[in-house]
């Protein structure tokens, strides 16, 4: 038996109701394409999420007030960060930042409004791995005496001074005039932060000029990023700290005001969150599987009624039971497979439109494509079986005899 | 070669699973049909010729008896085997034709090659065989019709075609005429009548006397039994179904 003629039969049963066909396949389209777009979406945002978290820096420490405790947000101080500078070992610095309210910033003429300012400690730069492009960033001393300097970000310079060189230029943010120190290089948005658009100043200057909320302990620091000597140190590191400012604050080890997390910390944070979201589209694809399954199986069953003469004859004039099963099965596996096949394309189209126009980060997982096809060839065979083994199972007695 | 076609010994089948409930279709029948012949099987409804044509044509089996086909005993073979026997040693004949309806006649022809088992043919060899077949039958100018483009006799006509593609020993034709007018009943039965002439085998299923007698041996069925084996006229199974 030429199975190729097997699938030349099962094609033209298919082409004998080509909008039913079609309409049979487009649960198992919708079903493969959400499996698609489902894991072109989570891989996006993990993608987003990893590539935020790393432009933070290499072997950081994440220091923040404990959220969902009062007044937490003001507990971190600008102190307990020299604390850590000072006492920590293992480490090659701290950055403590403050981010004040965004700032209208004017400086040449132009006037720019609700620019993001971050008040810093001097090693910036060094700890979070964004070098300057030009001119240099303030010094510790610099912090300390409050001077009133500024290093801007690649794009806010070129902005506001063209092809003029920015370093020595004064800028007025809010109401206090700053003289442009340095500038960085370019970074670029990650995730939602727009470091190229941005004014960097010393955090003394930031708690003296832009926290004047009454709200706010005025030396209160956001974050606290400590940079680590290597991976192995991390550990170390942080129960040093988690001891030190347990201490300082007065707190049980056990029940801090404050968090310390690792990037991988904060990415796993970050994941769970998208977690949901991505189980939510698993179930819809899940489902829109298990419907177009459901639909092939239906309209099988309706075919081998439909056809139950012809399939009477066949096994008359001595088809084997089994060239009927494969005849069907074969009709429901080409059914899911092209299903499958526009599921991918319109999946991939879907995910590629979606990253263009849909505010929303997209990247195809090769493994998705292959993962589908199989996904839809083992619906094809799961959904196909049953009717295919009551077409093989005819009587052709019977079977000829049906109207 | 063997000139017995069909032996068929003490034949028994039972309907239903229990003792009480059952129904004996065939009561230990015994027949047979030499090389060449053209046997009508004739019987009221329930005598049991249904059920003896079905298990001649490998569609059924007996619950007990023997049934040796061109040779073979066939009784005891599996589905598989059964299909190859009904493919290569019997060619069907129905009374509503059962052609593919989306095939058209050549294509409803070269049917049971398809399901052949043995070495097959090139495909053009295949083709010419079919149109052969179809040419011996009077359709060689119809052969890409389909079936609803034919008339009922031309259809029986693509049927009869089919049945002879493989060559079988027996050709096995269930009411033949039963389906149309009486015109191309005449035609049918003498193509039939050519076939035999060829030295083709017949065994012809019919209830109609007029189209049995067209048959040199009328085998009557009755209660599941072979009550005559009548060769023309004298057959009582004719003779009632005419006084009636």
């Not at chain 1, 945002?45 to 790393?54: K, L, M, P, R």
């Not at chain 1, 006037?111 to 730069?125: H, K, R, Y």
């Not at chain 1, 005496?145 to 060189?165: P, Q």
Request: aromatic residues 6%; glycine residues 10%.
């Amino acid at each position: 038996m030429n199975y190729s003629r097997i699938l030349r039969i099962a094609w033209d049963g298919l082409m004998l109701n080509k909008v039913r066909s079609f309409l049979t396949t487009l649960g198992v389209i919708i079903g493969v394409a959400s499996v698609i777009v489902m894991m072109s979406v989570s891989a996006g945002a993990e993608a987003a999420i990893a590539e935020q978290i790393n432009s933070l820096g290499a072997n950081l420490l994440i220091v923040s007030p404990m959220r969902g405790i009062p007044g937490a947000s003001r507990t971190l101080l600008y102190e307990d960060a020299e604390a850590i500078g000072e006492t920590v070992t293992g480490i090659v610095g701290f950055s403590a930042e403050q981010t004040p309210a965004p700032q209208t910033i004017k400086a040449n003429g132009i006037t720019l409004e609700s620019i993001a300012v971050v008040g810093t400690s001097a090693d910036f730069p060094q700890v979070r791995d964004y070098p300057l492009a030009e001119g240099y960033y303030f010094s510790a001393a610099d912090n300390d005496r409050k001077l009133k300097v500024a290093v801007i970000g690649s794009g806010l310079a070129a902005d506001l001074f063209g092809e003029e060189s920015a370093l020595g230029q004064t800028i007025t943010v809010g109401s206090t005039k700053l003289t442009v120190i340095g500038v960085m290089a370019s970074k670029g948005v990650v995730g939602d932060v727009d470091y190229d658009g941005r004014v960097y100043v010393p955090i003394h200057v930031v708690f003296q000029k832009f926290m004047t909320t009454s709200l706010m302990n005025k030396d209160s620091v956001r974050t606290i990023y400590i940079k680590v000597e290597s991976q192995e140190k991390l550990d170390s590191v942080t129960m040093q700290v988690q001891n030190l400012l347990a201490n300082r604050h007065d707190v049980d080890p056990a029940k801090p005001d404050f968090t310390i997390q690792t990037q991988q910390d904060v990415i796993a944070t970050q994941e769970a969150t998208t977690a949901a979201f991505r189980d939510l589209l698993a179930w819809v694809a899940g489902i829109s599987l298990l419907v177009g399954g459901i639909g092939i199986m239906n309209i099988m069953l309706v075919s081998v009624t439909e056809r139950t003469r012809e399939i009477g004859l066949r096994i008359a004039i001595g088809a084997h039971p089994s060239y009927v099963r494969a005849q069907f099965l074969l009709e429901s596996m080409i059914l899911s497979l092209a299903g499958g096949a526009m599921g991918v394309v319109i999946g991939i189209a879907t995910s590629v439109l979606f990253g263009a126009f849909g505010g929303m980060r997209t990247q195809i997982v090769p493994l998705s494509i292959p993962l589908a096809f199989v996904a839809a060839a083992g619906i094809g065979i799961f959904f196909g079986y049953y009717p295919a083994g009551q077409a093989a199972r005819l009587d052709p007695i019977v079977a000829l005899r049906h109207e | 070669m063997n000139a017995t076609l069909i032996e068929v010994k003490d034949l028994k089948k039972v309907y239903g699973g229990e003792a009480d409930s059952e129904v004996c279709a065939l009561d230990g029948m015994n027949a047979s049909v030499e090389r060449g012949e053209f046997t009508a099987i004739m019987g009221p409804s329930g005598s049991g010729k249904s059920t003896l044509m079905n298990i001649l044509g490998c569609l059924d089996t007996p619950s007990a008896g023997q049934y040796i086909l061109d040779g073979q005993n066939v009784s005891g073979l599996s589905k598989d085997a059964l299909a190859d026997v009904r493919n290569q040693k019997i060619g069907f004949i129905f009374q509503s034709f059962n052609l593919l309806p989306r095939l058209s006649a050549l294509e409803n022809v070269l049917l049971p090659l398809l399901y052949d088992t043995r070495e097959a043919q090139p495909q053009e060899r295949q083709r010419q065989r079919a149109i052969t077949a179809l040419e011996s039958v009077g359709l060689g100018h119809r052969m890409g019709h389909h079936p609803n483009q034919l008339s009922g006799g031309q259809q029986q006509r693509v049927a009869i075609a089919r049945a002879l593609i493989n060559q079988p020993p027996l050709i096995l034709a269930d009411e033949p005429t039963g389906n149309l007018d009486s015109r191309s009943s005449v035609e049918i039965m003498a193509l039939l009548h050519d076939l035999h002439k060829q030295g083709a085998t017949i065994v012809m299923v019919t209830h109609e006397p007029d189209i049995a007698r067209h048959a040199g041996r009328v085998l009557c069925v009755r209660d599941g039994r072979l009550i005559s084996d009548g060769r023309g006229g004298n057959n009582p199974c004719l003779a009632r179904e005419v006084a009636a």
